[in-house]
């Protein structure tokens, strides 16, 4: 079957779906983007005290609100880009740690031996950090990316790709040390992501666990003691 233009029909939805797809990346990114300006813009003015290892959580949560706002318009559900129950529990991604450029961390020293601080940022990051970036990097990025490049093999190694290249991005404060590391990350859960079956939840326990064990670092071993100050 063919439109008045001659174009078989699959094609052209397919190609309305990338272009759709395309606009609400841009949407969610231009959202983060203008929340971190402002954020920088209302610190400097001094209209809003931004601790410095809170930088940049605005612009997550802003992310956040906009791709679970532009996937409902779009009349998805959640469980489509992967908050759902796992078939098993017991199923978990494994990361390996290998020796790379340390991230600059150096923003987070007052966590070192503060016990108060070290238990406040455990307990907030799988809210401002681990949930959201999933969702946002995992679940709905790479849902339109997926959309975009198509669900073979090709499109699903460039999907990995180019959402572990824009995460590690987004972690430009941590120097490029924490760019490395974090799209390393981000290929080894974008592809955890893929191999179990698309859940969400999988990726946010890795996520988590990965933010315990650095704020537990953090809290015995001062930051420029690491070689990341």
């Given amino acids: 079957?063919?439109?008045?233009?001659?174009?078989?029909?699959?094609?052209?939805?397919?190609?309305?779906?990338?272009?759709?797809?395309?606009?609400?990346?841009?949407?969610?990114?231009?959202?983060?983007?203008?929340?971190?300006?402002?954020?920088?813009?209302a610190?400097?003015?001094?209209l809003v005290s931004v601790p410095e290892a809170a930088t940049g959580v605005s612009a997550v949560i802003a992310g956040f609100v906009?791709?679970?706002?532009?996937?409902?318009?779009?009349?998805?559900?959640?469980?489509?880009?992967?908050?759902?129950?796992?078939?098993?529990?017991?199923?978990?991604?494994?990361?390996?740690?290998?020796?790379?450029?340390?991230?600059?961390?150096?923003?987070?020293?007052?966590?070192y031996q503060n016990l108060p601080a070290a238990l406040t940022m455990a307990l907030l990051l799988p809210l401002t950090a681990s949930i959201p970036e999933e969702l946002i990097y995992r679940g709905f990025l790479m849902d339109r990316l997926t959309r975009i490049f198509g669900s073979n093999a090709a499109g699903n190694f460039l999907t990995v790709l180019?959402?572990?290249?824009?995460?590690?991005?987004?972690?430009?404060?941590?120097?490029?040390?924490?760019?490395?590391?974090?799209?390393?990350?981000g290929a080894?859960?974008?592809?955890?992501?893929?191999?179990?079956?698309?859940?969400l939840w999988i990726v946010i326990l890795a996520h988590s666990a990965g933010h315990m064990l650095m704020v537990a670092q953090l809290y015995f071993v001062k930051a420029s003691e690491l070689g990341t100050g």
Wanted: net charge positive; with cysteine.
């Fill in 43 to 46: 610190n400097a003015r001094g």
């Fill in 66 to 111: 906009t791709a679970v706002v532009v996937i409902l318009i779009r009349k998805q559900s959640l469980s489509e880009i992967g908050f759902r129950r796992p078939a098993r529990w017991a199923h978990r991604s494994a990361c390996q740690f290998i020796e790379l450029p340390a991230p600059d961390l150096s923003r987070y020293d007052s966590i």
């Fill in 162 to 185: 180019v959402q572990a290249l824009i995460f590690g991005a987004i972690h430009f404060q941590w120097g490029w040390g924490g760019v490395l590391v974090t799209t390393i990350m």
């Fill in 188 to 199: 080894i859960w974008g592809t955890a992501f893929l191999l179990c079956g698309r859940n």
């Fill in 1 to 41: 079957m063919t439109d008045k233009k001659g174009m078989p029909a699959g094609d052209r939805s397919d190609r309305l779906t990338a272009a759709r797809s395309l606009v609400d990346l841009l949407v969610v990114f231009l959202a983060s983007g203008v929340a971190f300006f402002v954020e920088q813009w």
